[in-house]
């Protein structure tokens, strides 16, 4: 199993009203838009122009932009690895 180091967990850092992060990982910052809650659980990952929409159950990219294949499959492992925290978040914000 890799270990991803760098890991900051802001569990929906409350500062962050309309795009509430989830936690800082590799550089890459996982979070969520306050506006989806209708959908099925989902991270959005961001690294400088780069952006990316995972759904959580099962583990699985929705979208992307500017990410190549090798970066994605990088991601995908953090999601995966930090899947339950994010879930857990997610239910938090949108009471669900």
Same mark, same amino acid.
């Given at each position: 199993? #890799? +270990?991803?180091?760098?890991?900051?967990? !802001? +569990?929906? !850092?409350?500062?962050?009203?309309?795009?509430? #992060? +989830?936690?800082?990982?590799?550089?890459?910052?996982?979070?969520?838009?306050?506006?989806?809650?209708?959908?099925?659980?989902? +991270?959005?990952?961001?690294?400088?122009?780069?952006?990316?929409?995972?759904?959580?159950?099962?583990?699985?990219?929705?979208?992307?932009?500017?990410? &190549? &294949?090798?970066?994605?499959?990088?991601?995908?492992?953090?999601?995966?690895?930090?899947?339950?925290?994010?879930?857990?978040?997610?239910?938090?914000?949108?009471?669900?």
């Amino acid at each position: 199993m #890799t +270990v991803i180091p760098e890991v900051k967990r !802001c +569990v929906v !850092c409350p500062s962050e009203v309309s795009m509430p #992060t +989830v936690m800082w990982v590799r550089g890459y910052r996982l979070f969520f838009y306050s506006n989806e809650g209708s959908e099925p659980p989902h +991270v959005h990952v961001e690294r400088a122009s780069a952006t990316a929409k995972f759904w959580l159950r099962p583990v699985e990219l929705a979208s992307r932009s500017a990410f &190549d &294949d090798r970066e994605l499959r990088r991601i995908e492992r953090i999601v995966n690895i930090h899947r339950r925290v994010i879930e857990e978040a997610w239910h938090e914000y949108f009471n669900r």
